[in-house]
T-cell receptor, first 112, second 116 residues
């Protein structure tokens, strides 16, 4: 069956360190992979999109990698800050499909 | 980009009743989506709503239970019909101004529904 797996447990990271979140998938052939941030009581907010033929994408302190052989994406936040504390969701989109499928998300806590 | 608003933000309803959730986008968009998010769970796509055509429902969701309207390019409604406590959830709408899964989606703040 198709699965998108993210760390179900919360991730605690010391302020200033790099936070790395993992998204693994099975039985998908994604054309695009997106990362979103969700704060309590709010809708998700788009962060980054990476295509299957891209290995890495950066935006300010954020970096996403995409390894279609490992079927995995890594999401990095460098120089993390308490304001980065949130739930981070990965989402996959397949070719010729207009919808995206979300993982459950990983809760990230940046400790001051 | 797009700014999306939803009404109501929350509601408490009795079993057997129906609730209509409104979603307004500040710009014209081709594609709008309705999701459900239960506590601690991922967003589950209910249906895709395109203006001028019937909504496309995902497996496990049917039109009789979740009728959707899309009267124009900036507005959509989702009705949760004949509600039961299992329908208690957060309902989110989203839009993709660029169209397609290769563009970002913008989300509304969600409607928190509790069914007694």
């Amino acid at each position: 069956s198709q699965k998108i797996e993210q760390n179900s447990e919360a991730l605690n990271i010391q302020e200033g360190k790099t936070a790395t979140l993992t998204c693994n998938y099975t039985n998908y052939s994604p054309a695009y992979l997106q990362w979103y941030r969700q704060d309590p009581g709010r809708g998700p907010v788009f962060l980054l999109l990476i295509r299957e033929n891209e290995k890495e994408k950066r935006k300010e302190r954020l970096k996403v990698t995409f390894d279609t052989t490992l079927k995995q994406s890594l999401f990095h936040i460098t120089a993390s800050q308490p304001a980065d504390s949130a739930t981070y969701l990965c989402a996959l989109a397949q070719y010729r499909d207009d919808k995206i499928i979300f993982g459950k998300g990983t809760r990230l806590h940046i400790l001051p | 980009s797009a700014v999306i608003s939803q009404k109501p933000s929350r509601d408490i309803c009795q079993r057997g009743t129906s609730l209509t959730i409104q979603c307004q986008v500040d710009s014209q968009v081709t594609m709008m989506f309705w999701y459900r998010q239960q506590p601690g769970q991922s967003l589950t796509l209910i249906a895709t709503a395109n203006q001028g055509s019937e909504a496309t429902y995902e497996s496990g969701f049917v039109i009789d239970k979740f009728p959707i309207s899309r009267p124009n390019l900036t507005f959509s409604t989702l009705t949760v019909s004949n509600m039961s406590p299992e329908d208690s959830s957060i309902y989110l709408c989203s839009a993709s101004p660029g169209g397609g899964s290769y563009n970002e989606q913008f989300f509304g703040p969600g409607t928190r529904l509790t069914v007694l």
